[in-house]
């Protein structure tokens, strides 16, 4: 089982999977070497992301420990972007790379269409505060079902703020958050719905984004179509997905995140 896909700048996270009787050999061997940028992801992430997909897998609860890792030999190249040298930037890997391993986990497995694969990571703030979330997308399609609408995927577990508490402890209007129709991919199983996020800035402020999906979109799985790649503008002008700004009372920021990908071609569905 062997897959690859690649981040927005373009660095490529490439997998095999062998399973030979009880035991199974995940390689990231043909990984991108590591990055100037801040996209490396520590190896204790990459364990732990190789660990998430496999107690998906697992017909039943299982305990997370080490054990879980006893019949899995994983192999990682070093000062990959998954094995970085010590002095390489991590932050972007932990939220965002580690998304991108399991994406091509699951796509060497062929169980779903791609997730979101990003946590959109949105920071505002000034000399007295600062504030971040993260903002949910479309789950990828399975065999079983479509995918999930606008909620935070994989390792993305944060819950997002009340618009009323938002609004009341920040100089923010939150004018838009609802389900983006229509982004996640076709297929006899379609992918989950992105969201539109949509906010109103009462002050100047400086604002970061760290988001994935915006070149590269989620794949679809056995034929269904690819979710649609997330879009970030500022009063209407596109933003890349990875972004530090100013801005000023009045502006208006709109990330629209990614949908997931379909399972299974569309004329399956009437089988």
Same mark, same amino acid.
């Given at each position: 089982h062997v897959f690859e896909d690649t981040l927005d700048d373009g660095h490529r996270i490439a997998v095999r999977l062998t399973i030979r009787g009880d035991a199974m050999t995940i390689d990231f061997s043909g990984t991108a070497p590591s990055v100037e940028s801040n996209l490396n992801a520590p190896r204790a992430v990459t364990m732990a992301a190789v660990i998430y997909v496999l107690r998906c897998l697992a *017909? @039943?609860? !299982?305990?997370?420990?080490?054990g879980c890792l006893e019949? #899995? @030999? #994983? #192999? !990682?190249?070093?000062?990959? !972007?998954?094995d970085p040298r010590e002095g390489r930037a991590v932050a972007a890997g932990n939220v965002e790379t580690s998304q991108r391993v399991v994406d091509v986990l699951l796509g060497a497995l062929g169980v779903a269409g791609a997730s979101q694969g990003t946590m959109n990571n949105l920071t505002f703030g000034n000399a007295d505060f600062g504030y971040y979330e993260t903002i949910a997308g479309g789950a990828g399609a399975t065999a079983e079902g479509d995918g999930a609408s606008a909620v935070?995927?994989?390792?993305t577990n944060s819950r997002i703020t009340d618009p009323e508490i938002l609004e009341q402890r920040f100089p923010v209007r939150l004018r838009r958050f609802a389900v983006?129709? $229509?982004? $996640?991919?076709?297929?006899?199983?379609r992918g989950g719905d992105g969201v539109i996020r949509e906010i109103e800035f009462l002050a100047g402020l400086s604002v970061s984004l760290i988001a994935e @999906? @915006?070149?590269?979109?989620?794949? $679809? *799985?056995? $034929?269904?179509?690819?979710?649609q790649r997330g879009e970030d503008t500022l009063d209407g002008t596109p933003i890349p997905g990875r972004a530090s700004f100013r801005v000023r009372a009045g502006q208006i920021l709109? !990330? *629209?995140t990614p949908g997931g990908g379909g399972y299974g071609a569309p004329d399956e569905s009437s089988s």
């Open positions: *017909a @039943r609860p !299982i305990p997370l420990n080490s019949p #899995v @030999r #994983v #192999v !990682i190249p070093e000062d990959s !972007i998954l935070h995927t994989h390792m983006r129709r $229509g982004s $996640g991919g076709d297929g006899a199983h @999906r @915006r070149k590269s979109a989620p794949y $679809g *799985a056995k $034929g269904g179509a690819p979710g709109n !990330i *629209a």
